[in-house]
């Protein structure tokens, strides 16, 4: 039988080695934060076919009407994103209007958002808290599911620590993301980080709920042992169901449009995470729980400093 | 051999699908059951079809309470604006505790939108008969109509009738005598029509204050230009009466006791604190209970939102007939029934989306799409079961029974911790009016429900249906065993 939970070490290794790159990436560059958040203005229209001037004098023409910190990005093959401080709609309309002077072609205006300052600090403020009551919800609710097993506590608190995994993995990727492809921060980012959160905790459940199961059948085999057994049962499980999501998503992300690719890709790197981390992570924590490992890992470390 | 289903349960499927089918018919054509008579269709989101979404927030510092009936008047006010703009289906609506969300599905011209959401209501100063006391305290709470429009128009009065008031107007060009209602011929509408001295633009500021006597005040100051007409008007009229008219509905009428020149007076009412708050607050933002400002504009594009719904029909689609084909490879016959009751999963779903109505937004697609997965899952886990159970040399209807009944737990606890993080994304995204976040934990939500009674229903009703006359032995490769 597969012995994952003997190779632990190794898998919280390669979970790190995905993670501290990321973690760093976020010290260093931060989160690119999109105007919901930040407050600012939007912009996308389309021109002509082939008609489309290159981003500079779209910001020359932003700065000749002293709208300030312009910023132009070519999308697709006729579009223009340009993102601003906060534009009224009469702002806006001068843009426009002078943009089918300048550059002789229709402009037609595909999408155009504008956030004042305020409404994006109370965002995030109230997603730290939305993230905040999820984890306090499932923590009590693992908690009173697996009430019949001792420890049922430690199962809630292992669910949570795998879910902080991928919260940590996509909050890299999406820093790498930010930084390299200019992704942004935004209302669907938090949506998609939260549903990552609860496929998370989901795939743990299955795990555990195997755990809960067999330790009524198997009285007699050793806590390790109980655990790996319950995690190659339901491999074929966590496996199939990860390649059904990730089919779906998959479509998703190839034929659906621009506006959900973002939040797409998330979903599909978190929800691999958290099979990954319900697997790998969550039921072999408890493990190292039960057997109070941490009390060796400072003299293995020193071991293996000396050799 | 026991029957494991009964033939009620049977007709209940088929109504239940029958239900849905019917439901989710392009044609839409609606329920008329009796007294219930209800149009069922779709409704897209904004970013489906391109309009209009405005955030209107209390424009006052954050220490100064806003009353939920405070927001509820205001939200009314400005639905009363925006039905005058002609949308279908607007959605207005109020969003945590100062916020107004409004929604335009297909608006042309944004700026007009823009203005007539924001606009703060016509406050006038109306001129009215000294020679009628008896009329002005009848006036208070009537609708009047005054020559405010004509005025702006540069057009003159409709009814020319006799000067029987000292006439100091906003402009003495025209020739815009006072109306008295004794005197005049009724209009076409059978109101007078009454002159406007001058509008709320005039005015700086208002609040409450206490005069000498230690009575309660509402006290104004106006701008140059109307200190000058005012200062004109109340010195000719002094004794005369003045009616404060919002949107042409009188909501004061004080008497012009001194005249006014410096640009400041006060009203007098024998006014509750109350009352003075309220005409304060009205004389300075006109009918909105609280002044508002746009915090956020969103605006889709008719070309993007059709865009974006065609891709993401394609892509659900595709997505559903990969994870069927998945399915029917990798668990044989149970598979392709699952296949089946993931349809009928489709359908039933879709039909609960158009029946509540659930607003469909890009986000929320996403939600119905990822919640196939879930669907699916639950299968899968049962599935597994049943292999395993046949694998252990069970009978298949015992099998069936044990894998659904082993798998259970499971399900339930995961679907539980996904509905969990449905409802606090519920909260998240009501509290500042972001609908698409809504959206999607809805649909998703929805989903998951659904899925629980397909999985547990459907699936196991077909399994049971089809595989229990099976001799097992003689078709293991049926099973993927």
Redesign the interface.
């Known amino acids: 039988m597969l012995d994952i939970v003997g190779k632990r070490y190794w898998f919280f290794l390669l979970s790190l080695i995905i993670i501290i790159p990321g973690l760093v990436g976020l010290a260093l560059w931060g989160l690119p934060l999109a105007i919901d958040f930040t407050g600012g203005s939007l912009l996308e229209v389309r021109f002509d076919a082939g008609q489309r001037p290159p981003s500079a004098d779209i910001v020359e023409l932003y700065r000749d009407l002293e709208v300030s910190d312009p910023l132009a990005q070519a999308a697709g093959d006729h579009d223009v994103v340009i993102r601003s401080r906060t534009i009224d709609e009469d702002q806006q309309a001068a843009i426009l209007e002078a943009m089918e002077q300048r550059f002789s072609s229709q402009v037609e205006v595909l999408r155009f958002e504008s956030v004042g300052p305020s409404v994006g600090a109370e965002v995030a403020e109230r997603a730290a808290m939305a993230v905040g009551l999820a984890t306090l919800g499932i923590l009590g609710y693992i908690t009173l599911a697996f009430r019949h097993v001792d420890h049922a506590f430690r199962y809630g608190v292992a669910a949570i620590l795998a879910m902080l995994h991928d919260v940590a993995v996509v909050l890299g990727v999406e820093a790498f993301l930010g930084h390299f492809l200019g992704w942004e921060v935004d209302a669907l980012f938090l949506t998609a980080l939260l549903t990552v959160i609860g496929f998370s905790v989901h795939d743990s459940i299955v795990v555990f709920d195997r755990i809960r199961e067999n330790d009524t059948v198997y009285r007699r085999l050793s806590y390790e042992k109980l655990v790996n057994h319950s995690i190659v049962q339901t491999l074929d499980r966590s496996i199939n169901t990860q390649l059904t999501v990730a089919l779906t998503l998959l479509a998703l992300l190839l034929l659906g449009g621009v506006t959900t690719r973002h939040f797409v890709t998330i979903l599909l790197i978190g929800v691999f995470s958290g099979t990954y981390s319900s697997i790998f992570n969550a039921a072999p924590l408890l493990v190292v729980w039960e057997n109070k490992e941490w009390r060796n890992w400072f003299r293995r470390r020193s071991s293996a400093s000396a050799a | 051999m026991t029957q494991r289903y009964r033939p009620w349960q049977i007709a209940l499927m088929f109504l239940v699908v029958a239900i849905a089918v019917y439901l989710v018919l392009p044609s839409d054509p609606g329920i008329h059951l009796g007294p219930v008579q209800r149009e069922v269709k779709v409704v897209r989101g904004l ?1 489906l079809q391109g309009g209009l979404r405005v ?1 209107l ?1 209390a424009d006052l510092p954050p220490e100064i309470e806003v009353s939920a009936e405070q927001m509820q008047l205001a939200r009314n006010i400005v639905e009363n604006r925006v039905n005058a703009l002609g949308v279908t289906e607007p959605v207005v609506q109020v969003a945590g505790s100062r916020r107004i969300l409004v929604e335009l599905p297909g608006v042309e011209d ?2 007009q939108a ?1 203005d007539t959401v924001q606009e703060t209501g016509l406050l006038e100063f109306v001129e009215i008969d000294v020679a009628n006391p008896t009329l002005t305290l009848a006036l208070q709470g009537e609708e009047i109509r005054t020559d405010w429009e004509y005025q702006q128009a540069g057009l003159p009065t409709p009814t020319p009738r006799p000067t029987n008031t000292a006439t100091a107007t906003a402009d003495p060009s025209e020739p815009t005598p006072a109306a008295t209602s004794g005197a005049t011929p009724a209009s076409d509408e059978g109101a007078p029509l009454l002159h406007t001295v001058m509008t709320g633009s005039a005015l700086r500021s208002a609040q409450v204050s206490q005069d000498p006597t230690g009575e309660l005040v509402v006290s104004f100051e106006l701008t140059e230009e109307g200190s000058q007409i005012f200062g004109e008007y109340t010195t000719d009229n002094v004794g005369g009466f003045l009616a404060i008219v919002l949107d042409k509905q009188v909501i004061s009428v004080p008497q012009i006791t001194v005249p006014i020149t410096s640009g400041n007076g006060s009203i007098s009412g024998n006014f509750s604190l109350e009352e003075a708050n309220q005409l304060a607050v009205q004389l300075r933002y006109g009918s909105l209970p609280v002044p508002l ?9 008719p ?2 939102g059709q ?2 719904l065609q ?2 029909a ?3 689609v ?3 007939l ?2 069927m084909a ?2 029917a490879l ?1 668990y044989r016959l149970p598979g392709l029934l699952a296949d089946a009751a993931l349809l009928i999963y489709a359908v039933i779903t879709f039909a609960v989306f158009k029946l509540i109505p659930v607003t469909l937004t ?2 929320g697609i ?1 939600g119905f ?2 919640s ?2 879930v669907a ?2 639950a299968n ?2 049962i599935f ?1 079961r049943l292999k ?1 159970e046949l694998r252990a040399g069970k009978s298949l209807t015992q099998a069936i029974d044990l894998g659904f009944s ?1 798998a259970w ?2 399900i339930r ?6 509905l ?6 519920y ?2 995204g009501s ?2 009016g ?1 609908s ?2 809504q959206g ?2 809805l649909t ?1 939500a929805i989903g998951v429900v659904v899925s629980l009674f397909t999985a547990i229903t459907i699936t196991r009703l077909f399994l049971h249906l089809t595989l229990d006359r099976i001799e097992l032995s003689s078709h293991r490769r049926w099973f993927g065993l």
């Open positions: 970013d955030l927030e944004q700026q823009i400002e746009v915090v956020e504009i969103k605006s889709v594009g070309t993007l865009d974006s891709k993401s394609v892509a659900g595709v997505g559903l990969v994870v998945f399915m990798y890009l986000p996403a799409v990822l196939i997965g699916v899952d899968v886990l597994e395993e082993r737990p499971s606890d995961s679907n539980f911790s996904t969990i993080t449905c409802l606090i994304l909260w998240f509290t500042f972001a698409i976040v999607f934990s998703l």
